[in-house]
């Protein structure tokens, strides 16, 4: 059992659990991106809220948000562990260090970048997740479902909120476009015949998840879906 540990609590089983789990994220946003993006159908929620209401009453997808909140811990823990350690690595930077050689600025930027998404992540799963799941929605549409599409209408009537939405999603976008590539690399899903098909898949991934979930808050604060 302690060699079991062990592995997972070593370098390489640290970034393992990164890996998985930021797969396992990647996953999860295609599913949340595509039941949010139903508003775009433009039939004042109707759809969006059939979609909600499924999210909210099938136990497989309760049961994937035990899982999800978990490996969303895990994966946040890691990142802060391995940050920790490669700055006990290395306590003293270099005189000169040239990181623009090496790297993306974004990949040279990820905890500045994960600390920005859990900082929306908490305002987020407040505005829409709790009320959902535990405090209720005192309104329902025209099919008897909670209203989800009204509260969302509500909340994104504040500007200063829109603002924070689209600039987490930047944020989004370039720590996916980081992480996307770097989940198969570090299970060693990668090969030198697919590797340019795996990135070409993480930027077109990472551009049209963050701009679908960009344009939502903006297209209900100007009113271009009722």
Not at 161 to 173: E, G, H, T, W
Request: proline share 2%.
């Amino acid at each position: 059992m302690s060699g079991f540990g062990n592995a997972f609590s070593s370098s390489i089983g640290k970034k393992f659990i990164m890996g998985i789990t930021g797969l396992f994220l990647i996953l999860f946003l295609i599913v949340h991106c595509g039941i949010n993006a139903l508003i775009f159908i433009n039939d004042g929620g109707l759809t969006f809220n059939v979609g909600a209401h499924f999210m909210a009453t099938n136990w497989i997808i309760r049961a994937g948000e035990i899982v999800l909140f978990i490996g969303l811990l895990a994966h946040i823990f890691q990142a802060l562990r391995l940050t920790l350690q490669n700055q006990k690595a290395r306590p003293v930077k270099y005189a000169v260090n040239d990181g623009k050689a090496n790297s993306k600025w974004y990949s040279r930027s990820m905890g500045l970048l994960g600390t920005l998404l859990l900082i929306f992540l908490v305002v987020h799963l407040k505005d829409f997740w709790v009320v959902s799941r535990f405090t209720g929605i005192p309104t329902v549409d025209a099919n008897g479902h909670e209203d989800l599409y009204a509260v969302m209408k509500e909340k994104f009537q504040d500007p200063v909120r829109v603002i924070v939405y689209v600039l987490a999603m930047f944020s989004l976008c370039y720590h996916l476009l980081h992480g996307f590539a770097s989940a198969f690399q570090t299970l060693g899903w990668n090969h030198s015949k697919y590797n340019g098909i795996i990135k070409g898949a993480g930027v077109w991934y990472s551009v049209i998840i963050s701009i679908l979930f960009a344009a939502m808050p903006i297209a209900v604060y100007f009113g271009l879906i009722q």
